[in-house]
């Protein structure tokens, strides 16, 4: 069984500070995805990133960065210079290889006050 | 527009009634997702077709749900006798071949159940 947890609940921020949202995961398979997704208050998700288990390279995309550890089963997002419109949930996600299912964390709510 | 759309985007009903909802994925969509959310918890996984081949269906979904895509277009999910436990937001997604884990959401169908 594939599990994902986000142990923040809520993180408050100021905007222009950075911020990271953790992500854990288990699984047995050894090829597998990791996704991150965001709900903004109109409520609907939005795809941010996947990343496969063969592939360890952070990525970074403008104020987006994500760190993925295999040895310590994290990916973890980092959002730098927050701004308002960063204000979302933000889900973790896995699938394994052969499944098309996503299985979703609980969600980070992210708060960044002007 | 030319995203996953739904309908209802919101139902009240009355504990033992039935309900239906619609959804019309992006057209070049092959694949289509059901999942529901309920307050402060991520998307759970219902079932998933590909074409009009229902092929996951998750241990969560009781006999009382049932899901279709008949042509391979657009898909519905119906509940019969609802219970207030099935009060949630049912989201529907899509994602095209050779894009896993890529999903496009609708925003949703919220339903109370009274």
């Known amino acids: 069984a594939q599990k994902v947890t986000q142990a923040q609940t809520e993180i408050s921020v100021v905007e222009k500070e950075d911020v990271t949202l953790d992500c854990v995961y288990e699984?047995?398979?050894?090829?597998?995805?990791l996704f991150w997704y965001k709900q903004p208050p109109s409520g609907e998700l939005v795809f941010l990133i996947r990343?496969?288990?063969?592939?360890?390279q952070n990525e970074i995309s403008g104020r987006y960065s994500w760190n993925f550890q295999k040895s310590t089963s994290s990916f973890n997002f980092t959002i730098t210079a927050s701004q308002v419109v960063d204000s979302a949930v933000y889900f973790c996600?896995?699938?394994?290889?052969?499944?098309?299912?996503?299985?979703f964390g609980k969600g980070t709510m992210l708060l960044v006050s002007p | 527009d030319t995203g996953v759309s739904q309908d209802p985007r919101h139902k009240i009903t009355k504990r033992g009634q039935n309900v239906t909802f619609r959804c019309d994925p992006i057209?070049?969509?092959?694949?289509l997702y059901w999942y529901r959310q309920t307050l402060g918890q991520g998307p759970e996984f219902l079932t998933y077709?590909?074409?009009?081949?229902?092929?996951?269906k998750s241990r969560l979904l009781s006999d009382r749900f049932s899901a279709e895509r008949p042509k391979g277009s657009f898909s519905t999910l119906e509940i019969q006798r609802t219970e207030q436990g099935d009060s949630a937001m049912y989201l529907c997604?899509?994602?095209?071949?050779?894009?896993?884990?890529?999903?496009?959401f609708g925003e949703g169908s919220r339903l109370t159940v009274l």
């Open positions: 997604a899509s994602r095209p071949t050779g894009a896993p884990g890529e999903l496009f």
């Open positions: 699984t047995r398979d050894t090829t597998y995805y």
């Open positions: 990343r496969n288990s063969f592939d360890e």
């Open positions: 996600a896995l699938s394994v290889e052969g499944y098309s299912t996503l299985t």
């Open positions: 057209s070049e969509h092959n694949r």
């Open positions: 077709f590909q074409n009009e081949a229902q092929l996951e």
